[in-house]
């Protein structure tokens, strides 16, 4: 059983940057496709980013946040990661991070994950 955690999350500027970890226990992410989801209030959970497993080197980003967020990983230190950069009042959410296949490519649906984190939340102030 994987146990995922992010933090990072916080408070930024219109225009600035936050960088999201997700610290992995119990099974060693590097044999895992990652992925970082997002949620609104009042909206359904959304795909923001996706790397595969660490014998590929695929990714894959949600239209909005294209050329903005990068998704990154440190098999040394079980970590996920997630740079936001020039973010914007679309972006604040609680984002997640999750685990999914064994050896798998980058994913866009939630029913393809089966580990979660608890979420960390993402202001943006205007």
């Known amino acids: 059983q994987v146990q995922l955690v992010e933090s990072g999350g916080g408070l930024v500027q219109a225009g600035g940057s936050l960088r999201l970890s997700c610290a992995a226990s119990?099974?060693?992410?590097?044999?895992?496709?990652m992925g970082w989801f997002r949620q609104a209030p009042g909206k359904e959970r959304e795909f923001v980013a996706s790397i595969s497993w660490s014998g590929g080197s695929s990714t894959l980003y949600a239209d909005a946040v294209k050329g903005r967020f990068t998704v990154s990983r440190d098999n040394t230190k079980n970590t996920l990661y997630l740079q936001m950069n020039s973010l914007n009042p679309e972006d604040p959410a609680a984002y997640y991070c999750?685990?999914?296949?064994?050896?798998?490519?980058?994913?866009?649906?939630?029913?393809?994950?089966?580990?979660w984190g608890q979420g960390t939340q993402v202001t943006v102030s205007s």
């Open positions: 119990g099974r060693t992410i590097s044999n895992y496709a």
């Open positions: 999750a685990g999914g296949a064994v050896m798998g490519g980058p994913e866009r649906l939630r029913s393809r994950y089966n580990h």
